[in-house]
């Protein structure tokens, strides 16, 4: 059957719809395999920068040394001017504190400094003292640096010492019979402090031994004797330098004597005045304690803390690690130091 002209004209317009559609969806198609194609690469690099870590031994070693430097240095920071961690080694300030006591000390109170030790290697390091709030005050517990033995200019190694401030500057110390007076007034005896009954006589040779050379002191006896302060003046002889010369060494000057005059820094002088504060420190446990009365004057300066608490106790000197939590004395976890 013949078909009319207007059935022909829309066939035709059909077919024509048919090709068009086609061409529409093959070209989404192909726009959206570009699409899926362009976005492939941007994953793939968002992926590996996500996932951006050192790949070689030695990145990942550099990266490991910048972490724990870092955290070296901030211990370091922290250490120097809040608080640090210090462990008693001996039993002179029994039972206020005891061997093997961890104490966390309070060094905000005399003046945060920046690092004044590298840890573990024990290496000192020039430093600076911030001021503080106040100074040690009598009856204080102190952590300090230790100034050496009584014949030591300078200490053999850099070391923290705990002991009690008994005296400050301008006070004058006696001992009789162990008991201390602080400008002729009797000083309290420390709650948890220990001492025997036994008073070391006065031509023991404990008197040899004792801070300063000469004085013929002995530990139960001992004084009267001013602690220095900023400003004295001493007066300085033949007779009495050998009582002064490491004292003076201490505050940094050379001291020598010839044709019986005195030369400090190579300048003749018969006085001496003080450049800094002292304190004096004694341990509670009197009789077992070797501290002021034995090397002398404690520099206010070189005072860096005072204990807080104990955080952990047990004996330190025991070689095995099981031996030594045996030991751990859960009654003094969490004591407060006074």
Same mark, same amino acid.
């Given at each position: 059957?013949?078909?009319?002209?207007?059935?022909?004209?829309?066939?035709?317009?059909?077919?024509?719809?048919?090709?068009?559609?086609?061409?529409?969806?093959?070209?989404?198609?192909?726009? =959206? *395999?570009?699409?899926?194609?362009?976005?492939?690469?941007? =994953?793939?690099?968002?992926?590996?920068?996500?996932?951006?870590?050192?790949?070689?031994?030695?990145?990942?070693?550099?990266?490991?040394?910048?972490?724990?430097?870092?955290?070296?240095?901030?211990?370091?920071?922290?250490?120097?001017?809040?608080?640090?961690?210090?462990?008693?080694?001996? &039993?002179?300030?029994?039972?206020?504190?005891?061997?093997?006591?961890?104490?966390?000390?309070?060094?905000?109170?005399?003046?945060?400094?920046?690092?004044?030790?590298?840890?573990?290697?024990?290496?000192?390091?020039?430093?600076?003292?911030?001021?503080?709030?106040?100074?040690?005050?009598?009856?204080?517990?102190?952590?300090?640096?230790?100034?050496? =033995?009584?014949?030591?200019?300078?200490?053999?190694?850099?070391?923290?010492?705990?002991?009690?401030?008994?005296?400050?500057? &301008?006070?004058?110390?006696?001992?009789?019979?162990?008991?201390?007076?602080?400008?002729?007034?009797?000083?309290?005896?420390?709650?948890?402090?220990?001492?025997?009954?036994?008073?070391?006589?006065?031509?023991?040779?404990?008197?040899?031994?004792?801070?300063?050379?000469?004085?013929?002191?002995?530990?139960?006896?001992?004084?009267?004797?001013?602690?220095?302060?900023?400003?004295?003046?001493?007066?300085?002889?033949?007779? =009495?330098?050998?009582?002064?010369?490491?004292?003076?060494?201490?505050? #940094?000057?050379?001291?020598?004597?010839?044709?019986?005059?005195?030369?400090?820094? #190579?300048? *003749?002088?018969?006085?001496?005045? /003080?450049?800094?504060?002292?304190?004096?420190?004694?341990?509670?446990?009197?009789?077992?304690?070797?501290?002021?009365?034995?090397?002398?004057? /404690?520099?206010?300066?070189? /005072?860096?803390?005072?204990?807080?608490? /104990?955080?952990?106790?047990?004996?330190?000197?025991?070689?095995?690690?099981?031996?030594?939590?045996?030991?751990?004395?859960?009654?003094?976890?969490?004591?407060?130091?006074?």
């Amino acid at each position: 059957m013949a078909k009319s002209l207007d059935q022909i004209r829309a066939e035709a317009k059909r077919d024509a719809d048919r090709k068009k559609n086609g061409k529409s969806s093959s070209k989404g198609k192909a726009a =959206n *395999e570009r699409i899926s194609l362009e976005k492939k690469p941007t =994953n793939e690099k968002n992926t590996q920068s996500d996932g951006d870590f050192p790949q070689t031994f030695g990145e990942l070693a550099l990266s490991w040394t910048r972490t724990i430097l870092g955290a070296f240095v901030m211990v370091m920071i922290l250490n120097g001017v809040l608080v640090a961690s210090f462990v008693v080694p001996t &039993g002179s300030m029994e039972t206020t504190v005891m061997t093997g006591d961890f104490l966390f000390v309070n060094k905000f109170l005399f003046g945060p400094s920046t690092p004044q030790m590298i840890p573990i290697l024990n290496i000192p390091l020039p430093y600076y003292r911030f001021p503080g709030l106040r100074k040690p005050e009598k009856g204080d517990v102190i952590v300090f640096i230790f100034p050496g =033995n009584r014949d030591e200019a300078k200490p053999q190694e850099f070391q923290y010492y705990l002991k009690r401030c008994v005296a400050t500057a &301008g006070d004058t110390l006696t001992i009789r019979n162990k008991q201390i007076f602080i400008n002729s007034v009797a000083s309290a005896f420390p709650p948890e402090g220990r001492t025997s009954s036994f008073i070391e006589p006065s031509d023991s040779d404990d008197r040899f031994r004792t801070f300063p050379i000469g004085a013929g002191f002995t530990r139960d006896n001992y004084g009267p004797i001013r602690i220095p302060k900023q400003g004295d003046i001493i007066e300085l002889t033949p007779v =009495n330098l050998a009582q002064w010369e490491i004292f003076i060494r201490r505050e #940094g000057h050379e001291i020598t004597i010839g044709d019986g005059k005195i030369l400090i820094d #190579g300048k *003749e002088s018969t006085r001496y005045t /003080v450049q800094r504060d002292y304190c004096f420190g004694m341990g509670d446990n009197r009789d077992n304690s070797l501290d002021s009365r034995y090397w002398g004057f /404690v520099p206010v300066a070189d /005072v860096v803390g005072t204990p807080l608490i /104990v955080y952990w106790s047990w004996e330190t000197n025991l070689p095995n690690l099981f031996d030594k939590f045996a030991t751990l004395r859960p009654s003094r976890l969490g004591k407060v130091i006074h």
